[in-house]
């Protein structure tokens, strides 16, 4: 569901009225309700348990914030709001936000972003993965725990499908897994899951 402003709303003033909400995302000054439901916040609180696990095994500096809006383009009023997000600590300095708020203006402070899919598939599956790309985030992972997709990103018959997109020349290489296949990650490597391993009971 999408509630149109008579004006669109600017990335401050979103910030200002809603970066504390949860359940709101802008795109192009729109306002859009990201609707999480109970499941949908079970999935992505499972991944990023298992993605924490990875990083610290690591040793990486890196740490998945509570809250953290994603401002792509200077010149565009969008701010994603990712259900994980990986960020690089070593970069937060370079952040001129991160000080007063949780919003993120460069690409390269961001390891890696999860999209938990739901009703919106299509923002998952075609506008997110092209503004990430270009936004330079080496790793963007679309979790489709019910099979929502369009059958031309997930194919027939629609099943549960967890998807790794990986960077390469500014363009992400995909990367598909089916219930019972071993999930390989790029910027985690020592990750080890299975698609089964986040699905609400």
């Not at 809603?18 to 499941?39: K, N």
């Not at 910027?187 to 299975?194: E, H, K, S």
Request: net charge negative; hydrophobic share 35%; charged share 25%.
């Amino acid at each position: 569901m999408t509630y149109t402003p008579a004006q669109a709303l600017t990335v401050d003033r979103f910030i200002a009225q809603h970066g504390d909400d949860s359940r709101y995302e802008l795109a192009d000054g729109e306002l859009i309700d990201i609707e999480p439901t109970g499941p949908h916040e079970t999935v992505s609180g499972k991944l990023a348990t298992q993605i924490g696990i990875a990083i610290t095994s690591t040793h990486y500096p890196w740490f998945i914030p509570r809250t953290c809006l994603i401002q792509p383009f200077a010149e565009i009023a969008t701010a994603r709001r990712p259900d994980v997000v990986v960020l690089d600590e070593t970069f937060l300095a370079n952040e001129p936000r991160w000080q007063q708020e949780p919003v993120i203006t460069l690409g390269r402070s961001i390891k890696l972003v999860v999209e938990v899919v739901s009703t919106n598939w299509e923002t998952d599956y075609a506008r997110k993965v092209e503004e990430y790309a270009l936004f330079g985030i080496p790793e963007y992972w679309i979790v489709d725990y019910r099979g929502l997709g369009g059958t031309r990103f997930i194919g027939k018959p629609k099943q549960p499908t967890f998807t790794v997109c990986q960077l390469e020349a500014e363009e992400y290489r995909q990367q598909q897994y089916r219930l019972g296949e071993a999930i390989s990650s790029g910027v985690l490597p020592n990750l080890q899951l299975r698609l089964e391993d986040v699905l609400p009971h």
